[in-house]
């Protein structure tokens, strides 16, 4: 049975366990900032009062929309208060008194529009970044050229690539003699990281398998619903569910992207039958047949790994990522203190609360720097972005790797040194 | 907030900016005090205004400055308290001091940390470690509660037995008082005799002699390694025989937890091991140490117990040891689903009652018709009684009152005390002179007097106030 928001609330006994974990608490030590403040809030200012009719006040406005919805909370949490789904609904409420934030609005008319689509007005974008952005010497991503309202020359987007995932598919020759899979890329992935995409597809296939990417599929839907756009999410939910349904024959979907996958695993109506798999738990299905694959390669570079919020406490994997860079690094895999923090990209809050979002970087980098590490592993492109821009904020010289791109890098290179061509 | 309050607190905040308060320091929206008026009681009350102070000096401010105007003033750690020793009144101001967090200094030579009171304390614990020093305490909140809410409550944990209470760690303080002045007790000798021994009185006062600002604390020597073994038993008795029997031996354990058969029950399914039927009461024993000693204490630990008990089991490495754990860790969400509500009080018998304990807590259970569940610290006597009722049944919540009467009225009558390590608080200060003299309380009375002869430092906390309830 599923609980209602009111109800879910009641369940908190207010013990205060949220404390020890939430990012956003760690930093500011306002109690209203904190899961357990927060749930009082939205208990206590009943938003239908006459009262706020016209104004929510201020105080709810700034702890409900300081949350990275990075469940930590959650998985602290004794009662398993649905944390989360609480804030969610309080964030639906509110826009749909006040109305969406326009940005917000806009973006996700565009996640819909068949036409007017996020694909062409970022490859649109890829023609035009070069005018405001300039490429990062040692890492991939583009920082600013000209001062620009809002954006420091330290605020890290990823480069738009002129050929999105979609392109390079379109170019793929069927397999028939490999199992075909769905794969759902994520949009950061089709748009922003296609080598991220290709090295997965890339990995599959020396597997056996076959990623389908039906380009039907939309966004997953997890930034409308943490916008409070149920509509949205709703709607999106709804086609990517039509596209599984299309493909009934495949009963398997993996994605790299945890936050995709997170969203994906809570969707009402998926069919019975049907598995979400992030990619690593799909390689540790198919343990015996990797290990033999890699054989007795090893990255001979020092990688530690960072938790994904939406990988370790949306679903509860921490092995799977663990036993992947045990096998591609095997001594060379170091543990970085806390890899459970949230590295505070949470979505779109790192540019709403740049300077919250940062205080909250600047801890996981430090810890990165301890670890020794040249590469940070992560399967997240949320976290790479961010950790990325950590990296330049602080002069360290480690980059930010999804890790089925280091396994692709080793599985390419045979001859035993790095030969290949990044994508533009 | 009521009309004439308004001015004041305009005047006084206005006040505060001007002796250096940032306005993010200041919460006076109504919102955002409602936050900051409950802890884990599920008590709630909002104070008229709360403050962020950010140093020793601001809250000597703060507190001069509600001195002139008379007003109550709460301190407030991490608010997780159990027994209400945070709550606020609507007439109060809450200090609450989860802002001065820092660190100050680990002296490793003299092995003392000096911190502020918001520091919470497995930051502290994990900080001290990387220079291979230890600081005991372990309350179950200590990965959110602070260590001056530690040191008010003069908070315990399961190392308790082998390593004692916040208190035995405590060297010194700095602190507050209601007039806005500091004063400093103890220092960072091991002997030290000179005057009254204020550190001592402040430990464990809750709050209501004085706001803590800093806090010395003794480190010692981390330990290299723990050993953690399982235990079960057929009978309470026969654990408690067991626990005799160790310390007998020269086994020293830094914890020895255990469950009686209602919790067993409420967990067995859950567990990554299995249980054998006949397992009435199960002992979690921890030896911590150098590592020969770790060894020697082990197989003497497994020799004396192999045939005696029910089933021993000795975690092989930290994996194993976690398991070991989740018994005591599921119990809480696990007793939760046994009824919608408890009423949970953390009595202290000396160690050797406790078979005595349960055996009337169970004569108890049966006579109103209530499970009661316990479990706890049996290496210090320490037990936690949950009353597992439906308070929405009326009837069902007055026998849950009756029961928590009769639970203290055993406990003492076997030389028990009200609380281990929750402190009195508000909850059970209507209990108070169940267990003390009037002479005694009076004695008490005039200690508080003394430090706050206007009743305004966290008012209605551990004394009786005329017709106060208590609460659970």
């Not at chain 1, 020396?206 to 966004?219: A, D, K, R, S, T």
């Not at chain 1, 086609?239 to 969203?263: D, E, F, M, P, W």
């Not at chain 2, 018709?369 to 009684?385: K, Q, R, S």
């Not at chain 2, 009195?424 to 108070?432: H, P, Q, R």
Request: glycine share 8%; hydrophobic share 40%; with cysteine.
């Amino acid at each position: 049975m599923t609980l209602t928001w009111q109800q879910e609330l009641k369940k908190c006994v207010k013990c205060g366990a949220c404390m020890a974990v939430c990012p956003i608490y760690r930093q500011t030590g306002r109690e209203e900032m904190v899961a357990r403040g927060k749930l009082n809030l939205i208990e206590r200012v009943d938003l239908e009062k006459p009262a706020h009719k016209k104004e929510i006040p201020a105080g709810w406005l700034e702890a409900i929309d300081s949350c990275l919805l990075c469940c930590s909370c959650e998985e602290n949490c004794s009662k398993g208060v649905k944390i989360t789904e609480i804030i969610a609904a309080a964030r639906n409420r509110q826009s749909a008194k006040q109305g969406l934030n326009p940005i917000k609005k806009s973006a996700f008319a565009l996640l819909l529009n068949r036409f007017f689509s996020m694909a062409r007005l970022l490859k649109a974008g890829s023609f035009m970044q070069w005018l405001l952005w300039r490429r990062l010497p040692r890492h991939s991503g583009l920082v600013r050229r000209l001062p620009l309202p809002g954006i420091d020359d330290k605020t890290v987007i990823p480069a738009l690539p002129r050929q999105q995932l979609d392109d390079y598919l379109r170019k793929r020759k069927a397999a028939p003699n490999l199992e075909p899979v769905l794969y759902f890329p994520g949009c950061a992935t089709r748009y922003l990281y296609p080598q991220m995409g290709l090295d997965l597809i890339y990995v599959l296939e020396q597997l056996g398998f076959y990623g389908v990417v039906p380009p039907e599929f939309n966004c997953c839907g997890l930034v409308t619903w943490g916008a409070g756009d149920s509509k949205s999410t709703m709607e999106l939910q709804q086609r990517n569910l039509a596209v599984i349904q299309k493909h009934a024959a495949i009963r398997q979907i993996v994605t790299g992207c945890a936050s995709c996958g997170h969203a994906l695993k809570e969707y009402d109506g998926l069919p019975a039958d049907c598995e979400i798999l992030d990619i690593s738990e799909f390689l540790f299905r198919h343990k015996e047949k990797l290990e033999k694959l890699v054989g007795s390669r090893k990255l001979n570079r020092k990688i530690t790994y960072h938790d994904p919020c939406h990988l370790r406490k949306g679903q509860k994997i921490t092995a799977q990522p663990r036993w992947l860079l045990q096998l591609i690094a095997g001594e060379n895999f170091v543990e970085m203190r806390h890899p459970e923090r949230c590295c505070g990209a949470g979505g779109t809050f790192g540019l709403s609360h740049k300077a919250l979002s940062r205080k909250i970087l600047a801890e996981k980098t430090r810890d990165t720097d301890a670890s020794g590490a040249e590469i940070v592993a992560s399967g997240c492109p949320g976290c790479l972005l961010q950790l990325t821009e950590g990296a330049l904020l602080a002069e360290s010289s480690w980059e930010a790797r999804h890790p089925v791109t280091v396994l692709a890098d080793l599985l390419k290179n045979d001859a035993g040194k790095e030969n290949r061509k990044e994508v533009e | 907030m009521t009309q004439p309050v308004k001015p004041l607190l305009n005047q006084l905040t206005a006040e505060l900016k001007a002796a250096g308060f940032a306005s993010g320091q200041i919460i006076m929206a109504d919102e955002s005090r409602a936050c900051y008026g409950y802890d884990a009681t599920r008590q709630s009350a909002d104070p008229m205004l709360v403050l962020l102070p950010e140093s020793g000096q601001q809250v000597e401010t703060a507190i001069k400055l509600a001195a002139k105007r008379k007003l109550k003033i709460f301190p407030r750690g991490a608010a997780s308290g159990m027994s209400g020793g945070s709550i606020p009144s609507s007439d109060g101001i809450i200090i609450s001091l989860t802002r001065m967090n820092r660190i100050l200094e680990i002296d490793q030579e003299n092995m003392i940390a000096t911190v502020e009171p918001g520091v919470v304390t497995g930051e502290l614990q994990e900080e001290v470690s990387r220079y291979g020093l230890f600081y005991p305490p372990d309350p179950a909140s200590l990965s959110f509660s602070t260590l001056g809410g530690n040191v008010a409550e003069n908070a315990g944990g399961p190392r308790a037995v082998k390593y004692g209470v916040t208190a035995d760690y405590v060297m010194g303080l700095e602190a507050v008082l209601i007039n806005g002045e500091t004063i400093k007790c103890g220092n960072k000798c091991v002997k030290s005799v000179s005057g009254y021994d204020l550190t001592s009185l402040l430990v464990g006062s809750e709050g209501t002699l004085a706001v803590i600002t800093k806090i010395l604390l003794k480190l010692v020597p981390a330990p290299e390694s723990v050993k953690t073994s399982l235990l079960a038993f057929p009978s309470m008795s026969a654990a408690a025989l067991a626990i005799t029997a160790m310390f007998k031996n020269q086994i020293s354990p830094s914890t020895i937890e255990f469950l009686d058969h209602h919790s067993i029950n409420a967990v067995r399914e859950t567990l990554p091991f299995s249980l054998p039927a006949a397992a009435d009461t199960v002992l979690l024993v921890e030896i911590d140490g150098s590592s020969t000693s770790v060894m020697a204490q082990s197989q003497k630990l497994k020799k004396l117990f192999e045939n005696k008990a029910l089933l021993l089991i000795e975690a092989r490495d930290e994996g194993e040891r976690a398991q070991l754990w989740t018994a005591r860790r599921r119990l809480s969400p696990a007793i939760a689903n046994l009824a919608p509500h408890k009423i949970n009080e953390d009595i202290a018998v000396p160690r050797a009652a406790i078979p005595a304990v349960i055996a009337r807590l169970e004569q108890l259970s049966a006579r109103i018709a209530l499970p009661i569940v316990c479990f706890g610290h049996a290496g210090d006597g320490n037990i936690h009684v949950n009353v597992m009722l439906d308070k929405n049944d009326p009837e069902q919540a007055q026998r849950g009152v009756k029961a928590v009467d009769e639970i203290f009225a055993i406990t003492l009558e076997l030389g028990g005390t009200l609380s281990g390590e929750h402190g009195i608080g508000n909850t059970k200060s209507a209990y108070l002179d169940k267990e003390w003299s009037a002479a005694t309380i009076a004695a008490m009375r005039a200690i508080k007097q003394a430090f706050d002869p206007e009743n305004r430092l966290n008012p209605g906390k551990i004394f009786p106030t005329p017709g106060s309830q208590p609460c659970h």
